[in-house]
């Protein structure tokens, strides 16, 4: 095995040999792995080692009463950009990691998504506890630097009960439920909504103003909806969605 040190970027041996290439980085890339090759005389092999940013953020997400947020959806974000740059997964002790990090300003989102569901059981929040993104704290991170933000609190998801009823009061069957969370510019039809003959449904959910729901339905090629309701503190009693035709918009 041999082994060398090359500062231009290439170097020529005439010797067959299996060697092993490595680099000697600054301290903010990850220095692990190196790549192995063999070479034939009179040939050549071109080798690379993929470096990569170690710069580390680390915390612990929470629901309301102190319980583990585990398995909720971590995601960082480039805070000049709002691309998503990487992604982590909370621990069943609530505790998350995003490694390999470039040096930059940062914005950290749980459960940053258009609904809740059974794989996001806590609603989306920013660090440190920002329901807007617009509101969220800004995190530097240096170049290799590892940073432990503090606990980030997110409401615990509750299941609620929708009765969706007609202009008269009777329930109605079929309709489509879709909500809107947050500040999104538009609403999300919920795929599952468990209606049942009676007009009933169950949808999960969290409080604090945090998701507007409302029901429609065709019939005869007319569009009935209800008009859009906050759901707020997860509500014990049913929330009432009460279906009106919709006027169409006069053609002047």
Not at 128 to 149: F, K, M, N, Y
Not at 189 to 197: G, H, M, R, S
Request: proline share 8%; with cysteine.
């Amino acid at each position: 095995m041999q082994s060398a040190t090359i500062r231009a970027g290439s170097a020529e041996t005439s010797h067959r040999e299996d060697y092993e290439i490595g680099a000697d980085v600054p301290h903010y890339f990850d220095r692990s792995g190196t790549m192995g090759f063999t070479l034939a005389p009179e040939s050549c092999v071109e080798a690379s080692v993929v470096l990569q940013h170690n710069g580390r953020i680390e915390g612990r997400v929470i629901g309301d009463h102190g319980n583990p947020a585990a398995n909720a959806a971590i995601g960082l974000f480039d805070a000049q950009t709002n691309k998503e740059v990487n992604f982590s997964t909370a621990d069943e002790d609530g505790k998350y990691t995003l490694e390999g990090n470039r040096p930059g300003d940062y914005v950290v989102g749980v459960n940053v998504g258009p609904l809740p569901g059974q794989d996001r059981p806590y609603a989306p929040i920013f660090y440190p506890s920002a329901v807007r993104r617009e509101d969220a704290g800004t995190i530097h991170l240096d170049p290799g630097h590892r940073i432990q933000l503090a606990d980030i609190v997110t409401s615990d998801q509750c299941t609620i009960a929708i009765r969706v009823l007609d202009a008269t009061g009777r329930p109605v069957s079929g309709a489509t439920l879709a909500a809107q969370v947050f500040d999104h510019d538009h609403f999300y039809t919920l795929y599952d909504p468990e209606i049942v003959n009676d007009g009933r449904a169950t949808v999960p959910t969290w409080g604090h103003d945090r998701l507007q729901i409302l029901a429609s339905l065709a019939v005869n090629g007319d569009l009935i909806q209800s008009q859009p309701q906050w759901i707020r503190l997860c509500p014990k009693q049913p929330v009432i969605l009460r279906l009106n035709p919709v006027e169409e918009p006069k053609t002047p």
